[in-house]
């Protein structure tokens, strides 16, 4: 289960709370001027923290944009529960998309090789979704 939803500040050291706020204020003025903002979503710890941040720009009202899953077929169900519990505690609409024609071909990072594999169950998911919902804003988190 997600934790409630969150607030910004909490309990976090001087510099943390300086650095979310910054980025508090990038999610607050990036929706602002957005037709159509989302927020990519693995379920790793660095596109939960961005879902935590676009939920605490936010709180307490509901992110004004959806919470995107490209499933690639290989998630844990942990994974997708995980997702699911968070976007309906948090708020988000949950939009989730995945290569329907690569999952009957069986295509797989073992017998396909991982390019491909991440090219036509990931990649061209994420950019037939993008271009459907006509994303201008693109939320995702990477180290």
């Given at each position: 289960m997600s934790p409630k939803p969150p607030e910004a500040g909490g309990d976090l050291p001087p510099h943390l709370r300086a650095l979310e706020a910054e980025a508090?204020?990038?999610f607050r003025e990036a929706a602002a001027d957005a037709r159509r903002p989302v927020v990519l979503f693995s379920g790793g710890k660095d596109s939960t923290v961005l879902a935590h941040l676009a939920a605490a720009a936010f709180y307490p009202s509901r992110p004004p944009m959806p919470l995107m899953h490209i499933d690639s077929t290989f998630e844990f169900?942990?994974?997708l529960a995980f997702r699911d519990a968070l976007a309906r505690d948090w708020g988000f609409e949950l939009i989730v998309?995945?290569?329907e024609d690569g999952l009957a071909q069986k295509i797989s990072p073992f017998t396909h090789g991982s390019a491909f594999y991440t090219d036509l169950m990931r990649t061209f998911p994420l950019k037939a979704a993008l271009?459907?919902?006509g994303c201008d804003v693109i939320?995702?988190?990477a180290r």
């Open positions: 508090i204020h990038i169900p942990e994974t998309r995945r290569n271009d459907e919902l939320f995702g988190g």
